[in-house]
T-cell receptor, first 112, second 114 residues
Framework: KAGVTQTPRYLIKTRGQQVTLSCSPI?????VSWYQQTPGQGLQFLFE???????NKGNFPGRFSGRQFSNSRSEMNVSTLELGDSALYLC???????????FGPGTRLTVL | AQTVTQSQPEMSVQEAETVTLSCTYD???????LFWYKQPPSRQMILVIR??????QNATENRFSVNFQKAAKSFSLKISDSQLGDAAMYFC???????????FGQGTTLQVKP
């Protein structure tokens, strides 16, 4: 079974731009969660989607948004990028909302 | 709010020896899950082991085992017969039964010396 895939793997943007990251979960998994990983803050939860509904949201500004499609694929969007948004963005999928999560390789976002 | 603490930023172990990584957590919930994840330098996060809070028996996966002390809110990972491929950052994570999010500790970098 194919693992979680994320595209693109690397992105370079400038301040003020917006970006969309994509995540395809493991086949059959209905829950997708997003995390931001930085050296200073570690791994922080962004949001979780289950059956196209956002179930939980972390403590991030409204510039961070996401959605999930009927095939469970998910996208996250960051608008008006700031230097501090530079991070590794990890997507994880699970069968249900409360099962172990399997992570993708991440998207490395650099904001210049 | 739940918190997870890993007090050892770095650990090292000799190949073939045993090492224990520490993790403590704080929660008022009675039903939850605990995980150890491994993140090698390639950055892909891999699930190492999982423990349900309602289970008294400690989880074991081959060379990896946990010491789960629910009353003390402690969840340590023991790696036996350490191998060079075990070198990675290890994260302890808390999963609530009420939400789908994981709360991670700051991580422990494990170095394996040949």
């Amino acid at each position: 079974k194919a693992g979680v895939t994320q595209t693109p793997r690397y992105l370079i943007k400038t301040r003020g731009q917006q970006v969309t990251l994509s995540c395809s979960p493991i086949s059959g998994h209905r829950s997708v969660s997003w995390y931001q990983q930085t050296p200073g803050q570690g791994l922080q939860f962004l949001f979780e989607y289950f059956s196209e509904t956002q179930r939980n949201k972390g403590n991030f500004p409204g510039r961070f948004s996401g959605r999930q499609f009927s095939n469970s694929r998910s996208e996250m969007n960051v608008s008006t990028l700031e230097l501090g948004d530079s991070a590794l963005y990890l997507c994880a999928s699970s069968i249900g909302a409360y099962n172990e999560q399997f992570f993708g390789p991440g998207t490395r976002l650099t904001v210049l | 709010a739940q918190t997870v603490t890993q007090s050892q930023p770095e650990m090292s172990v000799q190949e073939a020896e045993t090492v224990t990584l520490s993790c403590t957590y704080d929660t008022s919930e009675s039903d939850y899950y605990l995980f150890w994840y491994k993140q090698p330098p390639s950055r892909q996060m891999i699930l190492v082991i999982r423990q349900e809070a309602y289970k008294q028996q400690n989880a074991t996966e081959n060379r990896f085992s946990v010491n789960f002390q629910k009353a003390a809110k402690s969840f340590s990972l023991k790696i036996s017969d350490s191998q060079l491929g075990d070198a990675a950052m290890y994260f302890c994570a808390y999963g609530s039964s009420n939400t789908g999010k994981l709360i991670f500790g700051q991580g422990t970098t494990l170095q394996v010396k040949p």
